[in-house]
């Protein structure tokens, strides 16, 4: 493959040429979202002027090329996450995703006496929907812990893989920690056991290829807007025979075959579970994201990623009093932070007046951070269009800012 100009890559990113407070922008927060490339930006512009319609429903020429341009997405994204297009329901992100796989799959099914297993690296998104499952069913919430480096304590997984559970719902990349999870293996086992496994992939699919299909879980959830794609679009990848067993979880339009007082007849999956008028914009304006990240190759993204990574990693382990969170051997480029003798806001409000966004907090993720026995991090995440330079400038104005804090 050729090498790929990344400076053009990131001159195809309208927002990375702004200042902010008179300094050049960094932007470091992809981790939360990600920016967006023009032909998104104009996928998205290009069908409110020329086929904004309502999908599904008319006959019209409108309807039918909107219909055509939502339904040609869910293809693409189908195609780049090596699953159907049936078994792929489009949806607001991650947190739809699996509150529709905790309402329509978990909530009918679980009885007391029965265990969801999660981990101890999960976001509240795949904390919270279990925890009113396990409060409406009388099925327990269990946590497998991790290790201090941030990998998953395998051990205590095996260990908890017990005939009670019926459910592991685990994160294929953490959002904090950066850690690679070998979802691959997981779901074997689980699989082995009867476990059904939801895989949280929000932090996966925008930075590596992911092979839905290869990983072998039954449900795969993740979200647009952090793979270059708007806000508001995800989806929820389900192996077919759960889709045609659930239940719906919204009523409404499109979501029916025949709608009468004595008995409504529901269309079939993926459509049973997209009930009302979907973000049509922004799933056309996620199958461009997804055209433009094949264009790239995951597997350059992932590369250029890793690179910048190890440079990140490399200039904070020189800077004194610096802990960072997270050293799986097999780990995205996120890197948790903390420095001796500053607050994570401090230095995150600061480095802000010097053009540098980061994010600070407890990122979603309360049980982790206690694992750690810290109040915040900082958190650091760059995506394939930032550059070398970006690093050297990001850790000298943090060195910067802490001088200040000190
Ligand atoms: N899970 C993980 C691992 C995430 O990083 C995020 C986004 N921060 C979510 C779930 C939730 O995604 P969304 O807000 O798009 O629903």
Redesign the pocket.
Known sequence: TPAIDWDAVRADFPLLQREVHGKPLIYFDN??TGQKPACVIEAVDGFYRRHNANVSRAVHQLGSEATDAYEASRKALARFLNVRAEELVLC?????AINLVAYSWALPRLQPGDAILVSRME?H??IVPWQLVAERTGAVVRVVEIRDDGTLDQDALQQAMTPDVKLLAL?H???VLGTVNPVREICRDARRRGIVTVI?G??AVPHRRVDVAAIGCDFYAF?G??MCGPTGT?ALWARREHLHAMPPFLGGGEMIREVAFEGTVYNDPPHRFEAGTPNIAGFVGLGAAVAYLERLGMEQVERREAELLAHLTEELQRIDGLRIFGTAPDKAAVVAFLVEGAHAHDLATLLDLEGVAIRSGQH?AHPLLKFYGVAATCRASPAFYNTHAEIEGFVSALRKVRTLLA
């Open positions: 981790a939360n607001s992100g991650t947190t739809f976001h998104a795949n994160t990349v953490s959002n949280d929000s932090q979200t807007h952090k995800g979603c």
